[in-house]
């Protein structure tokens, strides 16, 4: 199993650009995640989806969109990029919900907005 | 709301020296409590995690951690750290925000640096 991959690796944007973060897993987790890491703060919760079809907003989800039109996929659209969007962005899934599965992380997208 | 706090944002220690790396939760309902670590320029991986039972729970590459309920404290130990364990340390608490609906909070992190 290739676990969750996430593609591309690094991506430097100019201010006002989109772009599409793409995020695939092969263990059949219906939960899947979008987390930024920004220096000193943690992981904020983006987006989440608990299924094919159902999303729903995180923490800070303000500049993204996500769809599911799948199990195995779940992209993040950066609209209109903006330097606060630069980050390290990771997708994650789960078996079942966050309480007592645990997480199964990608190895990140290092995006830089210019 | 459920918080997390990692006590120290970073930890210098010399190879083969014990380690302590400190969490504390608050939250008014019963939690899940994790240790993730993140090696450089890769995702965060699980240690260990505490469900239920024992409170005494050992994970991957030697590390334990200790949930204690009265301290609402999870804290991170290994008796004897190796160069390889350099990495950054995240603490994660899950918790039932209402119609098991579950939030998991990160701490901020906790980097450990092992000199040779």
């Known amino acids: 199993n290739a676990g969750v991959t996430q593609t591309p690796k690094f991506r430097i944007l100019k201010i006002g650009q989109s772009m599409t973060l793409q995020c695939a897993q092969d263990?059949?987790?219906?939960?899947m995640y979008w987390y930024r890491q920004d220096p000193g703060m943690g992981l904020k919760l983006i987006y989440y989806s608990v299924g094919a079809g159902i999303t729903d907003k995180g923490e800070v989800p303000n500049g993204y969109n996500v769809s599911r039109s799948t199990t195995e996929d779940f992209p993040l659209r950066l609209e209109l990029a903006a330097p606060s969007q630069t980050s390290v962005y990771f997708c994650?899934?789960?078996?079942?919900?966050?309480?007592?599965?645990?997480?199964?992380f990608g190895n990140g997208t290092r995006l830089t907005v210019t | 709301a459920q918080s997390v706090t990692q006590l120290d944002s970073q930890v210098p220690v010399f190879e083969e020296a014990p380690v302590e790396l400190r969490c504390n939760y608050s939250s008014s309902v019963s939690v899940y409590l994790f240790w993730y670590v993140q090696y450089p320029n890769q995702g965060l991986q699980l240690l260990l995690k505490y469900l239920s039972g024992s409170t005494l729970v050992k994970g991957i590459n030697g590390f334990e951690a200790e949930f204690n309920k009265s301290q609402t404290s999870f804290h991170l130990r290994k008796p004897s750290v190796h160069i390889s364990d350099t990495a950054e340390y995240f603490c994660a608490v899950s918790a039932d925000s209402g119609g098991s609906n579950y939030k998991l909070t990160f701490g901020k992190g906790t980097l450990l640096t092992v000199n040779p």
């Open positions: 263990m059949n987790h219906n939960y």
């Open positions: 994650a899934s789960s078996l079942t919900g966050q309480g007592r599965s645990p997480l199964h």
